[in-house]
């Protein structure tokens, strides 16, 4: 079930706004049980991290910045004219 374009942008705000603070912490916090590395592989990791949050949510956020590309049936109006 897909979810319709008004849903994903609520989604990704709440996502933004609320979920990633909250991996951030957590990522620091579970970095923080292990010994301090190397600079460089700390570097590594956190930008890792900061990569995989998104790739599950990739599909929540592709499009979001466009207009609702149903936006034009609800005004009643042919996009093509």
Do not use: C
Not at 11 to 16: F, P
């Amino acid at each position: 079930m897909a979810l319709s374009y008004a849903a994903r942008k609520r989604w990704a705000l709440v996502v933004l706004l609320i979920g990633l603070p909250v991996y951030v912490v957590v990522a620091v916090n579970v970095i923080d049980l292990f010994d301090r590395p190397a600079l460089w592989l700390e570097l590594l990791v956190y930008v890792g991290l900061g990569v995989v949050w998104a790739l599950p949510l990739k599909s929540l956020f592709k499009g979001i910045a466009q207009t609702d590309p149903n936006a034009h049936q609800a005004e009643g109006r042919d996009p093509s004219a």
